[in-house]
T-cell receptor, first 113, second 109 residues
Framework: EDQVTQSPEALRLQEGESSSLNCSYT??????LFWYRQDPGKGPEFLFT???AGEEKEKERLKATLTKKESFLHITAPKPEDSATYLC??????????????FGGGTRVLVKP | NAGVTQTPKFRVLKTGQSMTLLCAQD?????MYWYRQDPGMGLRLIHY???????AKGEVPDGYNVSRLKKQNFLLGLESAAPSQTSVYFC????????FGQGTRLTVV
């Protein structure tokens, strides 16, 4: 059974204080690892897809990295608008259960000015 | 989110009542999903569809039914609502990545 564990559950940062979120996973053959951002009262919004160990992707102050067992989402010099819940999800190899995503519980990030 | 529309956005049901949640997409995706999101539980897959006329059970299907009569629509039904079905429901479609609707907040009293 695919499993995703995110840590910490919550993170309070001062504006400009860089930090990292962790996503540990077990999956029967990784097709892709996804990061989403979710604002209160809204649906998850796609950020990144990572496909193989060693891959990195960046978007503004966010950088996602992937190893064979975990992924990190690094937030560099965060701003208050980066406050959100960040979700990690894995997708098993093509054809498994309709290419469904298995999600972790999320990390709630609060950035104070 | 543009492309995936859920209706209604909010609903309060009494125990035993029935309702249908509608998801409509204009992205021409084959794959569609219904998730529920509960505090401390993350997003859990209820049912999914890999194309028009097909449906399959996900992780937590009990108490729900679905239909995909048209490619662009995926319906989630609750035949006899229970308080345990109080949750936020999200529909998603998937091409290379998943796109989510804005959610339906359902309260069963």
């Amino acid at each position: 059974e695919d499993q995703v564990t995110q840590s910490p559950e919550a993170l309070r940062l001062q504006e400009g204080e860089s930090s990292s979120l962790n996503c540990s996973y077990t999956v029967s053959g990784l097709r892709g690892l996804f990061w989403y951002r979710q604002d209160p009262g809204k649906g998850p919004e796609f950020l990144f897809t990572l496909y193989s160990a060693g891959e990195e992707k960046e978007k503004e102050r966010l950088k996602a990295t992937l190893t064979k067992k975990e992924s990190f989402l690094h937030i560099t010099a965060p701003k208050p608008e980066d406050s959100a819940t960040y979700l990690c999800a894995v997708q098993a190899r093509k054809g498994a259960a309709g290419n469904k995503l298995t999600f972790g519980g999320g990390t709630r990030v609060l950035v104070k000015p | 989110n543009a492309g995936v529309t859920q209706t209604p956005k909010f609903r309060v049901l009494k125990t035993g009542q029935s309702m249908t949640l509608l998801c409509a997409q204009d992205m021409n995706h084959e794959y569609m999903y219904w998730y529920r999101q509960d505090p401390g539980m993350g997003l859990r897959l209820i049912h999914y569809s890999v194309g028009e006329g097909t449906t399959a059970k996900g992780e937590v299907p009990d108490g729900y039914n679905v239909s995909r009569l048209k490619k662009q629509n995926f319906l989630l039904g609750l035949e006899s609502a229970a308080p345990s079905q109080t949750s936020v429901y999200f529909c998603a479609t998937q091409g290379t990545e998943a796109f989510f609707g804005q959610g339906t907040r359902l309260t069963v009293v």
